[in-house]
């Protein structure tokens, strides 16, 4: 940050990296220091060695230990600019980032292969993502979170508020997004749980949308300890008591059990609500997807609303290429200066 204040006006410049997570190449530079006083320590040593000082300077006549220092120190300068030029370091446009007022959604969608059953046309998974796509539609001012989950959850993505990219993310899950098939969902709440600041004990909800063929039992458990860190799990069933067969996408034919006979995948309801129930939240079972919608919506309109910052349309005025520059400066001029000093004539 930097200020410059006079009796007129203050600026504030608010420099921000964009890629702080990349600090951790700070300590390649330092290793390269290290190893830089390492050298010049063997380069003493050897010359001890050798003993005959007449000699040692006959030998060592055109090196340079200058040249030799300036060079590290130029490659060690472009090192370090080169990292700050990863890190990309940005100051707000004049646009201000909008203030928007919604709550955290963690979205945890079941991406098994039972989510192929054709019991509701074309299948489970398909009907599952155009909810999802209808009800972001209905949540402008929402940030949401994206959990694939099958016999283990996968963060897809992280809370935000641009809901193009959730919608795209949202088109391409399906169950080769997670290779571990199975249907966990106390795995699915626990994953969905880390997208949300632990020091916030309201305006955030996990909504579970599943068949309910849970492998495990301790859905109904992990739902309890969310409850108690203020988090209202809804739940969407998707499929049909009657059940339909999977028709596996490798071969075209429906899948069969280790004894041969065809799998029959249902919906489990009960799992759906007892989850939902636990922390006050509501089980909707989808059939109509604009009903389905609305009451969800309905739903999420009881939940406390926040103000927080939406920087994805905030301009930046990114500065790495001046960095990158100077580096490239840097690394060229090291490039030209000699080891060695010129032969007299």
Known sequence: MIFVNNARKTIYLNF???HKEMIWLLAALAILV??????IQWKKKVRKRIGDEKLVRILTSRYSPRFFTTKFVMFSAAFLLGIVAVMNPRLPGQAEAVTRKGIDVAIALDVSKSMLAADMPPSRLERARQFVSKLMSEMPDDRIALI???GKAYMQMPLTTDHGAARMFVNAAGPAAV??????????LEMSARVFDPQEKRFKTIIVIS???DHEENAVKKAGELAEEGVMINTVGIGSPEGAEIIDPATGFPKKDDAGNTVVSKLNEETLKEVAAVTNGVYIRLQNSDEAV?????????????????????NFKT???????????LLLAEILIPERKKQAA
């Open 211 to 213: 068949d309910g063929e």
């Open 319 to 329: 500065y790495y290429m001046w960095f990158a520059g100077i580096m490239l400066v």
């Open 148 to 150: 694939l989950f099958a």
């Open 179 to 188: 290779p571990q098939q199975g249907t966990v969902i106390a795995d699915a």
């Open 16 to 18: 921000r990296f964009q």
């Open 34 to 39: 290290l190893l830089f006083f390492i050298v």
């Open 294 to 314: 609305k009451q969800m919506k309905a739903q999420l309109a009881q939940i406390d609303r926040k103000a927080f910052g939406d920087v994805s349309q905030m």
